[in-house]
C-alpha cells in the first residue's frame, strides 16, 4: 500500500502534518474529509527498500483466505444479521473469533472504516485479497435493497458449491499424480543407483552391449556427473514458472492451455462454466444490472480465459446483441446450453436457465469425475509397463546374454 506525506486542518482550524498509508489520495481524502478535517494537501512518499521489503516479507507470512473461511463469515454474518445485531457490534465480535489471523486483521480494519463513515461494501473492496470481487458487489446490493442477511445467505451457498466442486477434482487427480511422482522417484533411483551397478558387471565381461542398454548406461552417467546442474536448473525453473504465472499474460495462457488436457481439461472448463452460470445468477437475481452482472462474474470465475470470453458476452450484449447470440460467439457452450438460454430469454426467465445450466453441467462434471480413475488408469498400466519393458530390456538382456557366452 503507499505510503503519503499530507497536510490537514481539523476542526478547530490546527494544522496537522504526517504519514499514512492508503490506496490513494482520494481515498485518504475521504478518510480526514469524514473526520471533519480539511486536507491541504495529500503527496506520495517513496518507501524505503527495507520499509517494503518488511512488508512483502509480512506478506508472505500472512495465512491466506480460503473458501472455508469466507463460508463460515457469511453463515456467520447471515446469522447476526437475522438477529438484529447492529453491523459494527457484529463484525467486532467476528474478530475477536477469527480463527484465520489475515482475516481478523481485515476485518478489524473493516470495522475502522465503518465507524468512520464508509460503506460495508467499500470497506471489503479495500481488501481484495480477503474478499473478491463478487463478494463485495453482492454486498453493494444488498445494502442498496435492504437484504444484506439474503445476500451472505447466498453467498455461503455459493462459496459451498464452489469448494465441493474444487474438492472433488483434487480427489479424483490425487491418485494419477501420486503414481506419475513415485514412477518419476524410481526413475531417478535406478538411474543412480541400480543401473551402475549393473555397469560394472557388463564392463568385466568385455561383450557387446545392446542399443538399449547403453542408452540407459548413458543416461545413468549424465544423471550421476550433473546432478547438481539437473537439480538446480529444475528449481530455477519451477522459480521462473511461478513467477512467469503471476503475470497477466502467463496467467492467461496456463487458464488457456489448461482447459486442453486429455481428460482434465474439459472436467476444469465445465466446473467453470458451471461456476459461471451460479456466480451470474446469483448477481441478476439479486438486481445488479446484467452487464454489470457479467463483469463481476467475469472477475470471479477464477479463470482469466474464460474471463475474457464472458468479458466478450458482455461486450455483444452492450452493442445490441442477445445473450444467446453472444454467448454462441464464445464457442464454449453446448447448443443444449445455447437452447436453454434462448428460451429464458424468450421467456423472460433468464435466471431460472442459468441454474438449470449450472445444474446441468454440475451433473456432467458429477459423472466424469466419477469415470475418470477409470479412464486413467490404463494409460498409467501403459507407462508403467513401458518403464519395465525399457528397463528388462536394457539391464536383464545383457545378463542373458553374458549367461549364454559363459555356458
Known sequence: MPLFHYKVRDADGHLLEGQAESFSAEALASQFQASHAIPI???????????????????????????????????????????????????????????????????????????????LSGAFSRHPQVFP????????????????????????????????TISRIKSALRYPTFVLVAIGFAVIFISLFVIPAFEKVFASAGAELP???????GLSAFMQNYWPVLLG?????????????????????????KLKIPLVGSIILRSTLARFSRGFNMSYTAGIPLSQALGFTARAVNNSYVGKKIEQI???????????????????FTPLVLQMLAVGE?????????????????????????????????????????????????????????ASLSR
Not at 366 to 383: F, G, R, T
Open 346 to 402: 424468450e421467456s423472460g426467465s433468464v435466471d431460472t436457465m442459468l441454474e438449470d445450466v449450472a445444474d446441468f453441467y454440475e451433473r456432467e462434471v458429477d459423472y466424469d469425475l466419477k469415470n475418470l480413475s477409470s479412464a486413467i488408469e490404463p494409460i498409467l498400466i501403459v507407462i508403467i509397463g513401458g518403464m519395465v519393458l525399457v528397463l528388462a530390456l536394457g539391464v536383464f538382456l545383457p545378463m542373458w546374454n553374458l
Open 41 to 119: 494537501s495529500i503527496t506520495e512518499t517513496a518507501q524505503k527498500q527495507s520499509f517494503a521489503f518488511g512488508k512483502q516479507f509480512k506478506s508472505w507470512c500472512k495465512t491466506k483466505v480460503g473458501l472455508d473461511d469466507l463460508i463460515l463469515f457469511c453463515r456467520q454474518m447471515y446469522t447476526l444479521n437475522s438477529s438484529g445485531v447492529p453491523l459494527v457490534r457484529a463484525i467486532r465480535g467476528l474478530v475477536e473469533t477469527a480463527r484465520n489471523p489475515t482475516l481478523g486483521e481485515a476485518l478489524d480494519q473493516v470495522v475502522a472504516d465503518l465507524e468512520s463513515g464508509m460503506e
Open 211 to 217: 542399443l538399449a542398454t547403453r542408452i540407459l548406461m
Open 233 to 257: 536448473s529444475s528449481l530455477l525453473l519451477v522459480v521462473l514458472v511461478k513467477k512467469w504465472l503471476k503475470t497477466s499474460k502467463g496467467r492467461y495462457v496456463w487458464d488457456h492451455y
Open 314 to 332: 458482455r461486450s455483444g450484449i452492450e452493442r445490441g446483441d442477445t445473450l444467446t447470440r453472444s454467448a454462441t460467439h464464445t464457442g464454449m
Open 133 to 164: 470481487a463478487l463478494l463485495c458487489r453482492m454486498v453493494q446490493v444488498g445494502e442498496v435493497t435492504g437484504k444484506l442477511d439474503e445476500v451472505f445467505l447466498q453467498l455461503a451457498v455459493y462459496f459451498e458449491r464452489e469448494k465441493d
